[in-house]
């Protein structure tokens, strides 16, 4: 099926105002009518002008077709987005408010399958009602968040404001701060994303609210970096530490511990505290990394150590080159 350009039709604007489009209508209507016009293609360039009229004449109809329009071109194979069924609510063909009669103003035209496949009709309370109710879920939405990773460790409440998107009773964009309170949850992982339920776009007719999916990313922060579950931290440590063994207290995101130090470890030497990575049902772990720290040579003293420790303990790290 074939995307139909409905602006293109009508020679606006997608920011078009509805006098504009309104103003744009009544010029084609003219020019294309079949009982007056010399144009060749006049009766199929009436009902394309009229179909494209009866979409953008509607601010519910244009909103929702505003909602994927953008993305295509005249021509380009289309597909109705996933949902797009549950329809939305108009009334049906024929003379809007001011006496402009639309798609219906000539009779016997059909829909295109574009058409009727977008805004596919359910007549509502019997044949002779005259009105056709559609109801269309609203747009779910995406947004990022930012949180720090002891919120991922113990769960947090967050106040966030994000800019939506919203339709002016003209046809216009504008963009309307939202404050929202956001649930962090604990366990929470970069990349997932908290779904708030009916705080997405709105929906129209009966239609509910579409979803608002906020995706995670964590902040980054100055001593643990973060892969999936697991988290890393650089622990300096001194030459004896490393060399005799100690048991030294570490900062976690889930608090202090007492970590103990093999006798003999070396710069990088990496210890695994098993489960204290970001909660989950299988929680990650936590990698500690050991940075050797050098005390300065600074003071006569603090040299004489040094000289001590040339002569008694005969060290080249660069035997094996």
């Not at 293609?41 to 009866?54: L, M, N, Q, S």
Request: proline letters at 7%; glycine letters at 12%; hydrophobic letters at 30%.
């Amino acid at each position: 099926m074939e995307f139909k350009d409905y602006y293109e039709t009508m020679g606006v604007a997608r920011e078009a105002t509805q006098d504009e489009i309104k103003r744009a209508y009544r010029k084609l209507a003219r020019k294309y009518h079949p009982d007056v016009s010399e144009h060749g293609d006049a009766e199929a360039r009436f009902k394309e002008v009229g179909e494209a009229y009866e979409v953008l004449k509607d601010p519910d109809k244009r909103a929702a077709y505003d909602q994927f329009g953008a993305n295509w071109k005249a021509g380009q194979d289309f597909h109705p987005p996933p949902g797009w069924d549950e329809g939305f609510e108009f009334r049906g063909p024929g003379a809007d408010s001011t006496g402009d009669q639309g798609y219906g103003g000539y009779g016997g035209a059909q829909y295109s399958d574009f058409f009727e496949n977008l805004f596919r009709q359910e007549q509502a309370g019997g044949p002779n009602t005259g009105r056709r109710e559609f109801h269309m879920h609203g747009e779910d939405r995406h947004a990022r968040v930012s949180v720090d990773l002891h919120d991922s460790y113990h769960g947090a409440q967050r106040s966030m404001t994000l800019r939506v998107p919203e339709l002016t009773e003209d046809g216009r964009i504008q963009l309307k701060e939202k404050a929202l309170n956001v649930k962090i949850p604990k366990g929470v992982r970069e990349g997932q994303k908290i779904r708030l339920a009916g705080q997405g776009g709105p929906g129209i007719g009966e239609g509910k609210p579409g979803d608002l999916f906020l995706e995670v990313e964590f902040r980054p922060d100055d001593v643990y970096r973060v892969d999936g579950t697991d988290v890393y931290m650089n622990l300096p440590v001194t030459p004896w530490e490393a060399a005799l063994g100690a048991s030294v207290t570490v900062p976690t995101p889930s608090g202090k511990l007492v970590l103990k130090i093999p006798a003999g470890s070396n710069q990088g030497s990496k210890l695994r505290l098993k489960g204290k990575g970001i909660p989950a049902k299988s929680p990650g772990d936590l990698y500690v990394v050991l940075d050797v720290r050098l005390p300065p040579a600074e003071g006569e003293e603090a040299k004489a150590v040094y000289e001590t420790m040339s002569k008694e303990m005969p060290f080249n790290p660069r035997a094996d080159l």
